[in-house]
Structure formats: C-alpha cells, structure tokens
C-alpha cells in the first residue's frame, strides 16, 4: 500500500541555520505530494504541495521538488526562524484515491 | 473566508458512552474527509464522502465508528461504546486535490 518514511527523531537546529527534513515514499502510478506543517497549538496546515515529477513546491521559504527517480520529497529552508518550530509532515495522495497518507511527523526546534 | 470548524474542540468520556464529533467543511467543498491521530504519529485516514454519499469507509477501525453527512455539508463521526484506545485527535478535513483541515477534537476516553 501507499506509505510515507520520515526521517526518525526530531530536529533541534539554531536561527538561521540549513534546514532539510527527509522524506521518501512508496506508492503505485504518480501521486501528488504534500507538506504539512502544525504550529503548537494549532491545527494542520498545507505548507506546499507538487503534483508531478521534477515540480518544486515553495512557500515562506520552504521549498521540496518531486524527485520521481529517488521517490522523494525533502523539505529544505535556508535560513530557520524561531517561528519555524513546529511539527513537520510529508503526504501523499493517489490519483483518484483520495485519501492522504501521511508520514509520522518530524518537530523541528529552533533555538535562538 | 471561513475554513474548516469542528466542535467540540475537546471532549472527555467515560467508557461505554457514546460520542458524536462534529465537522463543517469549507462551504462548497464537496469532498469531507475524517482521520484520527495518535500521539507521535501522523494522521490516519478513517473514511470520506462526496456531497453526502460516503464513499470509503475502509479505514473505520470498527463497527463502534460510523459517519454521515446527510445534507451533504456538516458531518458527523460517532463512536458508539467509546473504549480508552480511541482516545486521539480526530481530524477533518475538505477540498478535493488539496485538503483542508480543521483544528481538530481532541477524545479522551476514561
């Protein structure tokens, strides 16, 4: 079935450092790819989305680009703010399944 | 505009009562989808529905969970003889190629 690996643990990293949190995926034909974001306290946000292979989703400075070949989707953020702390997590969904899967989530701390 | 709402946005239970949660999707979002998620874990997907036909239900873990959406706007996910194991967030969620999600309810079961 279709699945979403996240990088284990979490992720504590000082103001403007390099962000990259990885994520992989197993899934029949050509899903579209998600990142979500929640912010403590918070429900679930879309933080960007790429709907087919070598598409670059980007949004407040996050980036992730669809790499078919490597079946992955890492998030990357050059420079971190404090207000970049939050829980992380990859998605995909299947041409006419409609239903997301979901990895289980990365925190990101970042410490001034 | 408006996004999703869900109520109540906590809940606390004994075991064995029944619990009804509450969804407002986006207006004019046909698609409504419910997931539930555990502590340290990403969501899971439960069931969803177009207009108010319920479409999958494969991920109701069983019969004790039911969902409907008579009108097809405002849903609601019922859990019939509640059991400390549902305790989670249950999640909700409308749009069709991308979803939206709700703040969520948090179900403590006792």
């Known amino acids: 079935g279709d699945s979403v690996t996240q990088m284990e643990g979490p992720v504590t990293l000082s103001e403007e450092a390099f962000l990259t949190i990885n994520c992989t995926y197993t899934?029949?034909?050509?899903?579209?790819l998600f990142w979500y974001v929640q912010y403590p306290g918070e429900g679930l946000q879309l933080l960007l989305k790429?709907?087919?292979?070598?598409d670059k989703g980007s949004n407040k400075g996050f980036e992730a680009t669809y790499r078919k070949e490597t079946t992955s989707f890492h998030l990357e953020k050059g420079s971190v703010q404090v207000s970049d702390s939050a829980v992380y997590f990859c998605?995909?969904?299947?041409?006419?399944?409609?239903?997301?899967?979901f990895g289980k989530g990365n925190q990101v701390v970042v410490i001034p | 505009g408006a996004g999703v709402s869900q109520s109540p946005r906590y809940k606390v239970t004994k075991r064995g009562q029944d619990v009804a949660l509450r969804c407002d999707p986006i207006?004019?979002?046909?698609?409504l989808y419910w997931y539930r998620q555990a502590l340290g874990q990403g969501p899971e997907f439960l069931t969803y529905?177009?207009?108010?036909?319920?479409?999958?239900k494969s991920g109701l873990p069983n019969d004790r969970f039911s969902a409907e959406r008579p009108e097809g706007s405002i849903s609601t996910l019922t859990i019939q003889r509640t059991e400390q194991r549902d305790s989670a967030m249950y999640r909700c969620?409308?749009?069709?190629?991308?979803?939206?999600f709700g703040p969520g309810t948090r179900l403590t079961v006792l």
């Open positions: 969620a409308s749009g069709t190629d991308t979803q939206y």
């Open positions: 790429a709907t087919k292979a070598d």
């Open positions: 207006s004019g979002h046909v698609s």
């Open positions: 998605a995909l969904m299947r041409y006419g399944n409609n239903r997301l899967a």
């Open positions: 529905f177009n207009y108010e036909a319920q479409q999958d």
């Open positions: 899934a029949t034909g050509y899903p579209s």
